[in-house]
């Protein structure tokens, strides 16, 4: 059992507050490797529910769960075959309301993922649409006419690998594919498309939902004309696979995706959240040049998203001091009134304690210094417990994306690989059967059960973490001022109601000294083992602590 009691925990002052998406702390389950409750070897919704206490006592305030709807699943749920319903690998739909009922008994939101921009190509609207070109849904996906010689309409690519069009001989055009050619995309200029949609977003409201993750939500639509899209300069090139294993980053995506008619349709889909009350979606903004701006455009004002989800911590340089005090600048320019949802780790990326290659002391020291970001938190599973990135083997692999460009790149199946909860067998009780990938060796010694009975693991330091900031309005909801980089250390004040919190973080292995700012400051964090302010104005940080102090003159 772990020192923390849940039902003791400082909760948000008003958990159905129409904001309490800011500042809050997001939970990301990826089902298939979250917990298996029929031993088939993939996780499913009752495995999940089985594990809220676990989730409620960490402390976050909701979870998004990657998705769990019907299909071929060749995107592994990417690529959704019927957005009202649930995978019969994952379970049904009254397992859902099962779990929304528990999951908020217990003080947890639930936020599902919509893929939104392309569905299957097993979905009933594309195996209409592709029949000819006469058909009811026939202009509901991107087709577009051969060039004269017979090659694509234009030189857009896919993220995937190849050209973002393939051909369907009954209807002898393409169709658009920003990601796997079982993946088309949807054609958003159509108003019926866009109602479609929304009614599919209406269903999981009225299921009692709290929110979204959005999927690729700056990729909805497309330019109306087809323009080509330019190339990119080599020294923009920058994205999470290298510009020479995927040729994707060398263009730049200026007719794809980021098209000013998106705005109109998040404003739509903003309206029904507001009809449902306190529900809040956060938007993926997939743009390794223009991210933060794209972000401060769609979170601004009221209308449009609460949140964008922001790629700038998902980085493969380490993270230093200067580099967030640059992020956070960038963001106050580009969205000074929007709204940002930061993570280390995802589904999609190389877990962070790999990335930045971290020892036990920087992943405590990246989880404290998290939480006095100004933004939404979103923690991805297992990063409490410091997996590493597993090594899967080629034969192992599942992820096309890993498939298609392995060994340069291999894909996003090492950080997906099962939860280890117990260290009783070789699936870290995930499973009885066999794993869809393979349990990590390494990770077996880092199982969940180990760590709550150990007050010194990282699992008890990300309780404690989450505990401080909820119990402090000021980390929640306040403004940063003071953004500052010295050598290794970021500081940055957190201002709310007349409260004013310094917050400082040694992110290097080295012992650090800084010279705290004019004033008294009253250590807080006792908790978080965090160095305290000296009275000739001082403060030493030992490798990787943090300090956080409120001013009292
Ligand atoms: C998701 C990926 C997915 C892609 C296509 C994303 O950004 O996070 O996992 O492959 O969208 O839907």
Not at 281 to 309: F, H, N, P, W
Not at 325 to 348: I, Y
Request: with cysteine.
């Amino acid at each position: 059992m772990s020192n923390l009691d849940p039902n003791t925990l400082p909760r948000p002052s008003d958990s159905n507050a129409t904001d309490w998406w800011r500042g809050a702390t997001i939970y990301q389950i990826y089902p298939r490797s979250f917990q298996d409750s029929n031993d088939d070897g993939i996780g499913d919704l009752p495995g999940i529910t089985q594990r809220l206490g676990y989730i409620a006592e960490l402390g976050v305030d909701a979870i998004w769960i990657s998705p769990f709807f019907t299909s071929p699943m060749k995107d592994f749920g990417y690529d959704v075959s019927d957005y009202c319903d649930v995978d019969p690998m994952f379970g049904t739909l009254t397992d859902f309301d099962a779990l929304v009922a528990e999951a908020h008994d217990k003080g947890v939101k639930v936020m599902i993922d919509l893929v939104l921009s392309h569905t299957s190509d097993q979905h009933l609207w594309f195996r209409e649409s592709a029949k000819d070109r006469t058909n009811d849904k026939a202009d509901w996906y991107v087709w577009a006419d051969p060039k004269p010689d017979g090659t694509p309409p234009n030189n857009w690519l896919s993220i995937f690998g190849g050209p973002a069009w393939t051909w369907c001989p009954a209807r002898e055009q393409y169709y658009l594919h920003n990601f796997l050619k079982s993946q088309p995309d949807l054609n958003f200029h159509n108003p019926d498309v866009q109602d479609a949609l929304l009614a599919a977003t209406r269903f999981w409201l009225e299921r009692g939902v709290d929110g979204f993750r959005l999927d690729t939500i700056n990729f909805y639509f497309a330019d109306k004309e087809l323009r080509d899209n330019p190339a990119l300069p080599p020294e923009k090139r920058n994205a999470t696979i290298a510009p020479s294993v995927n040729p994707y980053n060398h263009q730049e995506h200026l007719y794809s995706k980021n098209q000013p008619e998106n705005i109109a349709f998040l404003e739509r889909f903003r309206a029904l959240l507001d009809a449902y009350g306190a529900r809040a979606a956060v938007g993926e903004v997939g743009d390794a040049q223009k991210g933060l701006e794209i972000l401060g455009d769609y979170t601004s004002g009221d209308k449009r998203m609460q949140m964008c989800y922001a790629f700038e911590f998902l980085s493969k340089e380490p993270l230093t001091a200067q580099a967030v005090v640059d992020v956070l600048t960038r963001l106050d320019t580009h969205a000074p009134d929007g709204w940002a949802c930061w993570a280390f780790s995802n589904h999609d990326v190389m877990r962070h304690a790999s990335r930045w290659d971290l020892s036990p002391q920087a992943q405590r020291g990246f989880i404290s210094m998290m939480i006095a970001l100004r933004g939404t938190l979103c923690l991805y599973q297992g990063e409490e417990l410091g997996l590493e990135e597993a090594d899967v083997a080629f034969d192992d692999l599942q992820d096309p994306y890993g498939i298609e460009f392995w060994p340069e790149y291999k894909g996003r199946d090492g950080c997906r690989t099962p939860m280890v909860w117990t260290h009783s067998n070789s699936n870290g009780g995930f499973s009885e059967a066999k794993p869809w990938l393979p349990v990590a060796a390494p990770h077996l010694q880092k199982a969940a059960a180990a760590q709550e009975r150990d007050v010194t693991s990282l699992l008890q330091h990300y309780r404690r973490a989450l505990a401080f900031r909820k119990a402090h309005t000021a980390l929640i909801k306040g403004a940063h001022a003071n953004l500052n980089a010295q050598n290794d250390v970021l500081s940055l004040h957190r201002l709310h109601d007349g409260t004013e919190m310094f917050c400082a973080f040694n992110l290097s292995e080295t012992a650090q000294t800084i010279t705290l700012p004019t004033g008294t400051w009253e250590p807080l964090g006792d908790s978080l083992d965090c160095a305290t302010p000296l009275p000739d104005g001082t403060l030493h940080l030992r490798p990787w602590q943090p300090c956080f102090a409120r001013r009292t003159t």
